[in-house]
């Protein structure tokens, strides 16, 4: 879930902290003047920063969120979960934005902001392993990744924290199985199913969806109608679980520097100085039903040309969920997703001695459906 909405994480505030409009960029102005504790600091700072994301305007964000670290960075040892928020923050933006080595500085840098100043039973430490591998996954390091979920997992068992050790070893299940390992992934979820904190019913009912992933890997038909049956009898009010979800069809750009590198031709799409490289982003909103399948997905707003996100409207009509019960009506959840298009990372262009996005365009997929709509507002 997107970092913006953190206030719990930090603490609970005073009722005019989080405010909107003129009134932030008053708050906001005060803070970068050095006006703030480092708690307030990173509430106001972090909610601009939300607004400008949510209005298309990533770099503002990003700038903003960066000089938040810079203004705060000190008091750590002091302030470490506001600290950690605002790194949690800007790594999220950079990530949506591209700037990968900007995302996992981030992150690193909130791993080690909690790590080093709040005792190892505190639950943030452990919950920023997981942002670690997280972090490692989207980076393709698997090792790192597998690593960071293993200690997380370890520190949550240790110190008695069950949901932060489920969520690890679920993490752990699917790596597993996304490299083919799944006889190891078979044997990590039925020993979290045996564990006690499976005998939760939440619990229950998300075991069977890991086992219904995990026999659509394999391929295994008679255990995918059994995990659908197990699945439908005991039903499910928790948030729909992911099934499966078809690769996004690349765009054209990607499709022929893909070409040019495999056979050696002149890559007619590659990054010239020249080259523009800005976003461009859509809002998706869409159903899902308490049958599993998606509908009604449409472009809420968008920034530039949309016809690059047909593909996305494509990928979600097709996805499949856990079936679950549903409303009175059947309407089943209404989802909203952010959809970037950026280049994969950040470099430097022939013919130019500036750092830029560029790369193989990147599709990064946010959920953020209850980020508050500030783009309605009176006076945003």
């Not at 790590?115 to 090792?143: C, F, H, I, Y």
């Not at 461009?280 to 399948?293: F, M, T, V």
Request: a positive charge; proline letters at 5%.
């Amino acid at each position: 879930m997107f970092a913006f909405l953190l206030l719990a994480a930090l603490q609970t505030p005073p009722a005019d902290i989080v405010v909107t409009g003129a009134r932030l960029d008053d708050a906001y102005a005060e803070c970068v003047a050095r006006h703030c504790s480092p708690l307030r600091d990173a509430q106001v700072s972090i909610a601009w920063a939300e607004r400008a994301f949510r209005r298309g305007d990533y770099i503002a964000a990003k700038r903003g969120l960066a000089a938040a670290v810079a203004r705060n960075r000190s008091s750590a040892a002091v302030a470490p979960r506001p600290v950690a928020a605002l790194y949690e923050a800007y790594g999220t933006v950079t990530l949506q934005e591209g700037d990968l080595d900007a995302y996992r500085g981030a992150v690193g840098a909130q791993m080690r902001t909690l790590r080093d100043n709040l005792p190892a039973s505190d639950p943030a430490v452990s919950n920023a392993e997981l942002a670690l591998g997280d972090m490692w996954m989207k980076q393709g390091d698997t090792r790192n990744a597998q690593a960071a979920y293993e200690r997380a997992q370890q520190l949550a068992i240790t110190h008695g924290q069950n949901v932060t050790a489920l969520s690890a070893g679920l993490r752990l299940v699917t790596l597993a199985s996304a490299q083919g390992r799944h006889g190891e992934a078979s044997r990590l979820l039925e020993g979290i199913a045996r564990s006690p904190v499976a005998q939760d019913a939440g619990v229950q009912s998300i075991i069977p969806a890991f086992r219904l992933r995990l026999a659509v890997g394999r391929a295994d038909k008679a255990e995918i109608d059994k995990q659908i049956a197990a699945m439908t009898r005991l039903g499910s009010n928790l948030r729909p679980v992911l099934i499966s979800n078809p690769p996004l069809e690349p765009v054209a750009a990607t499709a022929a520097r893909e070409q040019a590198d495999k056979f050696g031709d002149v890559n007619q799409f590659a990054m010239q100085s020249t080259d523009p490289s800005e976003l461009k982003w859509a809002d998706i909103g869409y159903w899902i039903r308490p049958d599993g399948r998606t509908a009604d997905a449409s472009i809420l707003r968008s920034a530039g040309d949309k016809s690059w996100a047909s593909a996305a409207l494509d990928q979600i009509a097709a996805r499949r969920y856990a079936t679950f019960a549903g409303d009175a009506a059947g309407q089943g959840v209404y989802r909203i997703e952010r959809y970037t298009l950026r280049g994969s990372g950040y470099g430097v262009p022939k013919g130019s001695l500036i750092r830029r996005r560029m790369g193989p365009m990147h599709v990064e997929v946010l959920d953020i459906t209850s980020i508050p709509d500030v783009l309605s507002t009176p006076g945003s």
